[in-house]
């Protein structure tokens, strides 16, 4: 144990792969990778996660999972209903990064504001920013899913988390041809949001977003007018340090 976690560098990618039977789970394997400069495969102990919409109701089911090698079959998975999401480190036990699929991707783009469970939408907000970071998810499908989710978000630290991630998707990961697109739907996003929460502080953290991502003329226009007391948003002042 020592050597495998005290000697070595880097950190291993834990992702889920499942088959179903009906709507019932068939198998699910997780499968472990490692860089090719650090190949150094890890015991793990985990708890993964089988999320599902059931009549309107998220459902979040759990299992646990041990895993020491490059794949790992996890029978007492094999029978339960099948999930939209599978998360493989739920609880946050793992010292992994987590790969998800693109159907539990598509799951969390329609339901992750529904996910009542506040550390694993933390888990999957985190996990889908290194994946971009990772070349695993496009930054622009990550500025999409962020858009249709984070306004119902109420965690302040969470929200100030997820809209840092989104500008420095907008200027270091989106291509150059389409950064000032990119740039103008977080500022959409961002004067519909002021317009929509109550939360003064939330207010606040939104503000900031909107004036950092004013790069295009029509919307450092909309910005200045804001700042100038043109635009006014009920609840908000804008300081000098904005």
């Given at each position: 144990?020592?050597q495998?976690w005290?000697?070595?560098?880097s950190?291993?990618?834990?992702?889920?792969?499942?088959?179903?039977?009906?709507d019932?789970?068939?198998?699910?394997e997780?499968?472990?990778?490692?860089p090719?400069?650090?190949?150094?495969?890890?015991?793990?102990?985990?708890?993964?996660?089988l999320?599902?919409?059931?009549?309107?109701?998220?459902?979040?089911d759990?299992?646990?999972?041990?895993i020491d090698?490059?794949s790992?079959?996890?029978?007492?998975a094999a029978?339960?209903?099948f999930?939209g999401?599978v998360?493989?480190?739920h609880?946050?036990?793992g010292?992994?990064?987590v790969a998800?699929?693109?159907?539990?991707?598509?799951?969390?783009?329609?339901?992750?504001?529904?996910?009542d469970?506040p550390?694993?939408?933390?888990?999957i907000?985190?996990?889908?920013w290194t994946?971009?970071?990772?070349?695993?998810?496009?930054s622009?499908?990550?500025l999409?899913?962020?858009a249709?989710?984070?306004?119902?978000?109420?965690n302040h630290g969470?929200?100030?988390?997820?809209?840092?991630?989104?500008?420095a998707a907008?200027?270091?990961?989106?291509?150059?041809?389409?950064?000032a697109?990119?740039a103008?739907?977080?500022f959409?996003?961002?004067?519909?949001?002021?317009?929509?929460?109550?939360?003064?502080?939330?207010?606040?953290i939104?503000?900031r977003?909107l004036?950092g991502?004013?790069?295009?003329?029509?919307?450092?226009?909309?910005?200045?007018?804001l700042?100038d007391?043109?635009?006014?948003?009920?609840?908000?002042t804008?300081?000098?340090?904005?």
């Amino acid at each position: 144990w020592a050597q495998a976690w005290l000697e070595t560098a880097s950190l291993n990618t834990i992702a889920a792969h499942v088959e179903r039977a009906g709507d019932w789970i068939e198998t699910l394997e997780l499968r472990q990778t490692a860089p090719a400069d650090h190949p150094t495969l890890r015991p793990h102990t985990l708890d993964v996660a089988l999320v599902r919409n059931e009549g309107g109701s998220i459902v979040i089911d759990s299992v646990p999972a041990v895993i020491d090698s490059a794949s790992e079959h996890i029978g007492e998975a094999a029978g339960r209903p099948f999930p939209g999401l599978v998360f493989p480190n739920h609880n946050d036990h793992g010292f992994v990064k987590v790969a998800l699929d693109e159907a539990s991707i598509a799951f969390i783009r329609d339901n992750l504001g529904r996910i009542d469970d506040p550390l694993l939408r933390q888990l999957i907000w985190h996990t889908l920013w290194t994946m971009v970071r990772d070349q695993q998810l496009k930054s622009t499908d990550f500025l999409e899913l962020a858009a249709a989710n984070v306004v119902a978000e109420t965690n302040h630290g969470l929200v100030e988390s997820i809209l840092g991630r989104m500008l420095a998707a907008v200027s270091r990961y989106v291509p150059e041809n389409d950064k000032a697109e990119a740039a103008h739907r977080l500022f959409a996003t961002a004067w519909g949001a002021l317009e929509q929460v109550t939360d003064p502080d939330l207010k606040i953290i939104w503000a900031r977003t909107l004036f950092g991502v004013a790069i295009n003329p029509d919307d450092v226009l909309h910005a200045c007018e804001l700042a100038d007391g043109v635009r006014t948003v009920e609840g908000l002042t804008v300081d000098q340090d904005m």
